[in-house]
């Protein structure tokens, strides 16, 4: 009997790819004590990510999403996210 190979893993998507960019950035100690980030496209990104992104930051409780220009600030009160 023949054995099946493992299938190769599947490479992240683009918006994964968006996702864990924005995941180290928030995690990141200066974020964390400004409780903002400043998030900016890359030449490369999707616009649509973006607006995805952006879609579902918004309807988290105590997220706020501004569209400054090309960025995104995306500001956050701990009190608010936590309950």
């Known amino acids: 009997m023949a ?3 493992p299938s190769s893993p599947t490479p992240p998507s683009s ?3 968006l996702g864990q960019r924005v995941q180290r950035l928030v995690a ?3 974020a964390r004590k ?3 980030i400043e998030l900016t496209p ?3 990104d999707s616009p649509e990510d973006w607006e995805r992104l952006a879609d579902e930051f918004a309807t988290l409780d105590g997220v706020e999403v501004t ?3 090309e ?3 995306v500001s956050w009160n701990p009190a608010e996210v936590d309950e």
């Open 71 to 73: 960025s995104y600030l």
């Open 28 to 30: 990141s100690a200066n």
């Open 42 to 44: 890359e030449p490369d």
């Open 34 to 36: 400004q409780r903002q």
């Open 3 to 5: 054995r099946k190979r």
């Open 67 to 69: 569209r400054t220009g």
């Open 15 to 17: 918006y994964e790819l």
